[in-house]
């Protein structure tokens, strides 16, 4: 299937399908037909970083009656708020996840239950809860396997390796490369490329620039065959530059992906892009503005409700270290709370 001329095709028709959405919400009896457009934009809204539009729209209609006339389409509908509510409320994400894998239990779809639990793990991945992400991550590439269903299998793949970064990393290059056959085999050239972006997070975690780069460009490669501008992977693109001692263009990359997030108004992509920022003003010995872009990048994060994830979290708190070292406690500690306390706009304005 042809992602790049079906997400072109969407972007031309985005307003129209936005008043059909609404308007079918305000019918009492349109739950249904909610549920079918939420499904079918899945796609669109991650990688249009519209994350946030369709969750907000999405979840008050998963609470109506009329919704669990169909069930399976309801899980579907819970799989999709679940999916994209991972970067915009990490609690009710969870929620919409097990409720998500208790109907597809009880309607006796295994395949289904796997794509909830795939949902669920990776809801509670983002919520920084390894311990019970890791178990279903294994569990859903055990039953993915038996079906010989390489989408589900791709699915159930993504979510494990997101897990094992630390848990298990010896056989990491081995099942990214399965995963990335898997989508190939499908055409998912989207997620193909979001694979590429996982495994260049991994390969910057445990120091292999190279590695990194090679991923993120083949990541970089796939999302632009597709017309797709996704700030995941520019922010990475971005820490890779900043590794390899280019500043200038790890700036120009972590702006580019803060304008993105801007647009969807995507809080977990501020967060990210911000922070690479942060980590530049330290590289410039600009301490001040370190600490208040530190500020701004978590109280973005807070607003979402997570942790920062693997690789992130270190970096950020050796770059605090370093910025708390220079101002000494009370001025880092003044400038990062100014941060914490800056509105939307001027937030932006001060990464910018």
Excluded at 137 to 147: H, I, L, P
Aim: hydrophobic share 45%; glycine share 10%.
């Amino acid at each position: 299937f042809d992602q790049g001329h079906w997400l072109a095709r969407l972007d031309a028709d985005q307003s129209n399908l936005r008043r059909a959405m609404e308007h079918a919400a305000d019918d009492p009896k349109g739950a249904i037909l909610v549920l079918r457009f939420a499904v079918a934009l899945k796609s669109f809204w991650l990688a249009r970083s519209r994350r946030e539009e369709g969750f907000r729209f999405l979840v008050p209609v998963l609470e109506r009656p009329e919704a669990l006339t169909e069930p399976r389409l309801l899980v579907e509908a819970l799989i999709t708020a679940s999916t994209v509510g991972r970067n915009v409320g990490i609690q009710t994400a969870q929620r919409l996840g097990l409720r998500a894998v208790e109907i597809a239990r009880a309607v006796g779809d295994d395949r289904l239950a796997v794509r909830s639990l795939a949902a669920l793990g990776g809801a509670y991945y983002f919520s920084g809860d390894l311990e019970r992400a890791l178990p279903l991550g294994k569990e859903c590439v055990e039953r993915a396997r038996s079906y010989g269903d390489d989408d589900l299998l791709a699915v159930s793949l993504g979510l494990y390796l997101m897990c094992t970064q630390i848990v298990d990393p010896v056989r990491s290059e081995e099942l990214f490369a399965e995963a990335i056959a898997c989508t190939e085999r499908t055409g998912n050239l989207f997620y193909t490329a979001d694979l590429h972006n996982t495994a260049g997070v991994y390969a910057l975690q445990v120091g292999n620039i190279p590695g990194a780069r090679k991923h993120l460009e083949q990541a970089s490669l796939g999302m632009q065959s597709i017309g797709v501008a996704i700030y995941h992977v520019k922010i990475n693109l971005g820490l890779v530059l900043r590794e390899e001692g280019d500043y200038q263009g790890a700036g120009s990359m972590l702006e580019e992906a803060l304008r993105i997030s801007r647009r969807g108004g995507d809080r977990f992509g501020l967060a990210y892009s911000i922070l690479g920022l942060a980590c530049l003003a330290a590289d410039r010995a600009d301490w001040r503005r370190s600490a208040e872009l530190h500020g701004v990048a978590q109280a973005f994060l807070d607003q979402i409700g997570q942790p920062w994830l693997l690789y992130y979290g270190p970096l950020r708190q050796v770059i605090i270290d370093t910025v708390r070292a220079q101002l000494g406690d009370e001025e880092f500690q003044r400038a990062y709370l100014k941060g914490t306390g800056t509105g939307f706009e001027e937030a932006i304005d001060l990464a910018l």
